[in-house]
Nanobody, 123 residues
Framework: QVKLVESGGGSVQTGGSLRLSCAAS????????MAWFRRAPGKEREGVAC???????YYLSSVKGRFTITRDYVANTLNLQMDDLKPEDTAIYSC?????????????????WGQGAQVTVSS
């Protein structure tokens, strides 16, 4: 069993930056892909970005060019650098890990989930 814990959430103004991190309780081997999802108030959870073997394979279209997902195998962490934040990025952000052969935005393809971190962007 792997426990994922997010950190780095907070409140910023439009155009600001935040960096989210996700720490795993146990080493996650290279067969797993890892991703960030978010859920905004009143909306369904959506995939934000996914990385497999240090290569990002998916970005939500609305965050391309603003968000960067990276994975640190040594530190056993997943990171999301978020720049040029907009009010529509306000959501609870959760990290996830899976090994069902799909690094993307389908929640059923992930085995482990974190509890989430709040990100609030004000105008």
């Amino acid at each position: 069993q792997v426990k994922l814990v997010e950190s780095g959430g907070g409140s910023v103004q439009t155009g600001g930056s935040l960096r989210l991190s996700c720490a795993a309780s146990n080493p996650i081997d290279g067969t797993y892909y890892m991703a960030w999802f978010r859920r905004a108030p009143g909306k369904e959870r959506e995939g934000v970005a996914c990385v497999y073997l240090s290569r990002p394979t998916y970005y939500l279209s609305s965050v391309k060019g603003r968000f960067t997902i990276t994975r640190d195998y040594v530190a056993n962490t997943l990171n999301l650098q978020m720049d040029d934040l907009k009010p529509e990025d306000t959501a609870i952000y959760s990290c996830a890990a899976g090994n069902f052969g799909y690094c993307g935005n389908v929640t059923a393809k992930y085995r482990y989930w974190g509890q989430g971190a709040q990100v609030t962007v004000s105008s």
